[in-house]
């Protein structure tokens, strides 16, 4: 099955960028469509992006404009450059990738990386 790993996380002040990462290994060729999803302490996990393997973005309103997010299939990597980061965006975040079986799907996640922005 597919693993995940996060990484890129930290503490950064308000204004400032981050890049975070996540890695995915195993059959990571049955890889349809794949997100960042955060996870504020006491808040419901809200969708961040998500990325087609045909490269159709999608945002939350409160991150259009601020926020990238992209994937290079060859090196198995999706990415979620954030900038301009505001202290909302305080969370953790979580990698989430979905394959498609023959009659359901399969639903992966990574352990997730704190993002912590300081005003």
């Known amino acids: 099955q597919v693993q995940l790993v996060e990484s890129g996380g930290g503490l950064v002040q308000a204004g400032g960028s981050l890049r975070l990462s996540c890695t995915a290994s195993?059959?990571?060729?049955?890889?349809?469509?794949m997100d960042w999803y955060r996870q504020a302490p006491g808040k419901e996990r809200e969708l961040v992006a998500t990325v087609t393997n045909g490269g159709r973005t999608n945002y939350a309103d409160s991150v259009k404009g601020r926020f990238t997010i992209s994937r290079d299939n060859a090196k198995n990597t999706l990415y979620l450059q954030m900038n301009s980061l505001k202290s909302e965006d305080t969370a953790g975040y979580y990698c989430?990738?979905?394959?498609?079986?023959?009659?359901?799907?399969?639903?992966?996640w990574g352990q997730g990386t704190q993002v912590t922005v300081s005003s």
């Open positions: 195993g059959p990571t060729s049955c890889i349809s469509t």
């Open positions: 989430h990738a979905r394959c498609p079986g023959t009659y359901t799907l399969y639903d992966y």
